[in-house]
């Protein structure tokens, strides 16, 4: 059983670009991410077919590329000084 997959690259990078460049709510990134997971169920396409634990690894994927997309925010944020 294949947890990870390409799509999973793809999915830690758009969550990393949202937590460092557009926004920073935990509660509107798990609603966007776990909603998407959701929607996959009932979307006709094969992109979209993948097993109940492969949605869950998705999800951690998510979570790992917010939290460092966030990481990345707050150290860049910390070392910008004003003159």
């Known amino acids: 059983m294949v947890l990870l997959n390409l799509y999973s690259i793809l999915h830690f990078l758009i969550w990393l670009i949202s937590g460092r460049y557009i926004f920073r709510s935990w509660q509107l990134f798990l609603a966007l991410s776990i909603g998407w997971e959701f929607l996959e169920l009932i979307l006709p396409f094969e992109f979209a ?23 990345l925010y707050k150290s860049q944020s910390a070392t910008v000084t004003v003159e």
């Open 49 to 71: 077919v993948e097993t109940l634990a492969n949605k869950c690894a998705d999800v951690i994927v998510n979570c790992a590329g917010f939290s460092v997309g966030l990481w």
